[in-house]
């Protein structure tokens, strides 16, 4: 049996609709991972960015969805930020092809994919 591995999606609350998109993609019976939702539910607050870094800590990876709204998802790229200070595996991934280009400062010299089952794979292989 494959182990699941937790994996942890940061995005901007704009992109709900993917992150749903990708959430059922780990419910499959054959996913290798499962995800962990840390969506806002109430303010950013020291108490939130305490439990989000936990449960952080507490994956075998992340990815970042992103798009043109991730420049303006403060939570989202704070949760990029969290990861690498935390030292956990972290994968950009586009979600549209048109927007290759955005790409936030917190994921400088982080590996950035086009949206394919493929690449979200070989990533979660390598955890």
Known sequence: MTMKHRIFISFAIEDE???DFLVGQARLEDSPFEFVDMSVKEPWSENWKARCRSKIKGCDG???LLSTDTMQASG??????CAIEEGVPIIG???????????????TGVKIIEWTWDGIAKFIDTL
């Open 76 to 81: 989202a790229r704070w949760e990029m930020k």
């Open 17 to 19: 609709r993917s992150r």
């Open 93 to 107: 991934v586009h979600i549209y092809k048109d927007e290759k280009g955005v790409v936030p400062p917190e994921l």
């Open 62 to 64: 992340v990815i970042a």
